[in-house]
């Protein structure tokens, strides 16, 4: 039914608090520690302690449980914990599951994580290595002996098609890598601070699968990010201004495969960004031009583009001339192209920045940001406001 028509569940929850540790190449500590502190930092951000937990999201390929975060933060019962699959298309949907729990009243408090040393220890970008049998990795059994063994070389497939069919050239891309590394280099926080790039950077960079360039590629992060989601009402009592949940929605297209969805009729598009964008305009009442501030997941450059065009600021093959003039702010944290491949979550911690007005490249005004999660796969979004009466 929420295919078809809107939703309740907007300005029921906001989110009060973030928090995350240093960015890093290599933590030195485990995944456990960095989403511990990721998670208090975030209560404390948000003027709550552990006690006031009672409920906790984070990913399905995240390897610190919820009991074991409670119990190592100092968090007690729980009455709702939930996980989200799909890698970086849990998102978004990690504060849904969360605003979903406090709008029917099981939780009061929940806290989203994500926590992992992505760069020291298991890096997602070197591929598949071994996986046991099963029905969600038989799809990989028509991809993998050819060749296409890690996730830039299944997004490479879908990239030439895009360039082929509006007849682009891989500078259609660089102009995402630039924007994303100009507002990291303003951003002490990014990996690329102090370092912007140009397109003749972009165009030099090293092949990693055509037409994929090592500059259309995220960064290789340890780190941990946390959210805390509560009612819009009580968010209004502490310290911070609230990001209220205007709209959150999760999609799956049709023919929907993990990162390698290579038998749909069209390869230029991304069917399950456009269920999310349907769902989201509907519920939040908001169109694209009412946004101020777009945080779109940007593992590669490529399904930037297509986002934009599928959830409707521009026509098929328009999103690079769109992004080469600047129509709108994206990623002004630098994206996880130049701040930090966290899986999304740190983009969310922007978007509520942008709302506080705290944000370090501040869009004055900011009130309605667009948040995406993970492409490629069934994926999530929100759209974020500010509090009406704030």
Known sequence: MSLRRRDTLG???????????????????????????????????????PADVDGMVTFTMDTSPEITV??????????????????????????QQAALAIAAGVADVVVCYRAFNERSDRRFGSGVR???????????????PFGLLTPASWVA?????????YGLT????????????????????????????TLADHAASRWIAEPLRLLDCCQETDGGQALVVTSVERARDLPRPPAVVAAAAQGAGRAQEQMTSFYRDDLTGLPESAVVARQLWRSSGLAPADIDVGILYDHFTPFVLTQLEEFGFCGPGEAPDFVAEERLPLNTHGGQLGEAYLHGMNGVAEAVRQIRGTAVNRVPGAERILVTAGTGVPTSGLVLTADPQG
């Open 170 to 197: 891989p500078e259609a891309f660089g102009h995402v890598a630039v924007t994303d590394r100009r507002y990291a280099a303003t951003n002490p926080a990014a990996y690329f601070h102090g370092r912007p790039i």
């Open 11 to 49: 300005g029921r929850a906001a989110i009060a608090g973030i928090g995350a540790t240093e960015f890093s190449k290599d933590s030195g500590r485990s995944e456990l520690r960095l989403a511990v502190e990721a998670v208090r930092a975030a209560l404390d951000d948000a003027g709550l302690t």
């Open 157 to 165: 497939m879908a990239a030439q098609r895009y360039l082929h069919t």
């Open 130 to 144: 071994h996986r046991e049998p099963s029905a969600e990795g038989a799809a990989l059994g028509w991809q993998l």
């Open 70 to 95: 409670a119990q190592a933060a100092g968090i007690g019962e729980l009455s709702f914990f939930s996980r989200i699959h799909y890698g970086g298309g849990a998102a978004c949907a990690t504060v």
